[in-house]
């Protein structure tokens, strides 16, 4: 159930980042077409008052969205290690979620197999203690 609820949302936000794109992809195109304008109209007359800084403010603002692009491409890397780690992240969380614990207790057959369960729980909680401990001296 939590899997599907993850699934939808992971959609829906597939679904904006679509929509988003294609809006930027729009406004970038209109912005291209303004910035060819006013270069048409600044370049016949480079003499009248205003039009250096016309230029200037043209290639102040190619350089800014330069500057975009980058930042949206290192945006985009750092997003996929995120979810990377996301994705690492998960199954871990998965051993500890007791609704999932107790589902396989629940499909545990007798008290032989839970005890031999809890053993093996218990054992494995001492391995993993005497790790830490371990790790605490060898960080100390």
Known sequence: ?????????????????Q????????LKNALNELRKALMEKSSPDTTAPGAPAN??????????????????????ILR?????????IQPKNM????????????????KGEI???????KETNRCLESQLQSQKRSHV
Do not use: F, P, W
């Open 1 to 17: 159930m939590q899997r599907e609820k993850i699934s939808a949302e992971l959609e829906y936000e597939s679904h904006k980042c």
């Open 19 to 26: 929509e988003l794109e294609s809006e930027n992809k729009k």
């Open 55 to 76: 230029r200037v403010l043209l290639d102040q603002m190619t350089s800014v969205s330069e500057e975009v692009e980058v930042r949206k491409e290192e945006v985009l």
């Open 80 to 88: 996929s290690q995120l979810m990377s780690q996301k994705e690492a």
């Open 95 to 110: 051993m500890t979620d007791s609704s999932i614990l107790l589902e396989d207790v629940q499909k545990m057959k007798d």
């Open 115 to 121: 005890a031999q369960a809890c053993i093996g729980l």
